[in-house]
């Protein structure tokens, strides 16, 4: 029986969603772990990967379609050998999910606390902001830096993707909250596990410059957040 390939829960508060792109053609062969399609939130374009492996045998929700509900059916998965004839007439609702990956007896990766060292207290560098790991799916607890999009002196605008994080599932952009200029990167690419809420950059807002970081103790800035202007 054909598998149905369901719109997952990217994030803890996701609801509904675009699908952004298919990366497979119906017919073209997906393995464990490939990346099926993309589907977007209001915060980042996600990566979906295949939970089993088959041929892609039929996408019911184009590319494009907006306020597709977590759950929906939105292709379907050839298994076991089977050929699209069994699609003919074929109740998509009735297909079974795809399968969850089996947990691993390997030990976790170390999971990183990154702190920043100084006893200078924040002073007058309150204006900077922490990027903090943010917790991109509802289970999420720890993540690996996939990598950074943006480089130490780069302009960083309100929305633009700031680093991609991975999970076991999907790579997820991180967009940032604030406007400002990019003045450290506190975790750099690895492989090593992120613990959410991690600082993992540092943002120099309302024209600061790079001397504001000398010594600065990241955990006495607030973490970053979007500024919303109260209504007169």
Known sequence: MPVAIKLPAVTADFEAGTIGSWCKSVGDKIEQGDVIFEVETDKAAVEVEAEESGVLGKILVQEGEEDIEVDTVV????????????LDGFDASSAPAEAKSNPTDETPAA??????????????????????LPAVTADFE?????????????????????????????VVEVEAEDSGVLGQIIVEDSEDEIAVGTVVGLLLVDGETSDARDGFKASSVPAEEAKKAEPN
């Open 75 to 86: 292709g379907l998965l050839l298994v076991n050998g089977e050929t699209s004839d069994v």
């Open 111 to 132: 999971v990183v606390e990154t702190n920043v060292d100084s006893d200078q207290a924040a002073g007058d560098f309150r204006a900077s902001v922490e990027i903090k």
């Open 142 to 170: 720890a993540g690996i830096i996939g990598s950074w999009q943006k480089s130490v002196g780069d302009k960083v605008e309100q929305g633009d993707v700031i680093f991609e994080v991975e999970t076991d599932k999907a």
